[in-house]
Nanobody
């Protein structure tokens, strides 16, 4: 699965952004999808994931602020980010499950295809 992420940018604290990730594979609906991020000097970390049945998981630091969703007809997964904080600054990566119909996970090992990353900077 080839993935193309976009939507990053510079936003003030308290602001919002919506990231999009378009997949090339027409079997998109059979894949779990996820978002990870990597802040400067830190390891990549899990942010959110959505199963093919639209069950969702979030890391604790973004619960109540971020929402992951998908539109299978558009082969696209979204990450709506509200109430952004400076600590949300990172390169955000979308990812597709390691194989179709796999169990939803929250580690990098659960995902087999990655987008190129889009930079989100939260700063005043």
């Amino acid at each position: 699965v080839q993935l193309q992420a976009c939507g990053g940018g510079l936003v003030q604290p308290g602001g919002y952004l919506r990231l999009s990730c378009a997949a090339s594979d027409r079997t998109f609906s059979s894949y779990n999808m996820g978002w990870f991020r990597q802040a400067p000097g830190k390891e990549r970390e899990f942010v959110a994931a959505i199963s093919r049945y639209t069950s969702t998981y979030y890391t604790d630091s973004v619960k109540g602020r971020f929402t992951i969703s998908r539109v299978n007809a558009k082969n696209t997964v979204y990450l709506q980010m509200n109430s952004l904080k400076p600590e949300d600054t990172a390169v955000y990566y979308c990812a597709a499950g390691v194989r179709p119909y796999s169990v939803l996970g929250t580690t990098e090992a659960d995902f087999g295809s990655w987008g190129q990353g889009t930079l989100v900077t939260v700063s005043s």
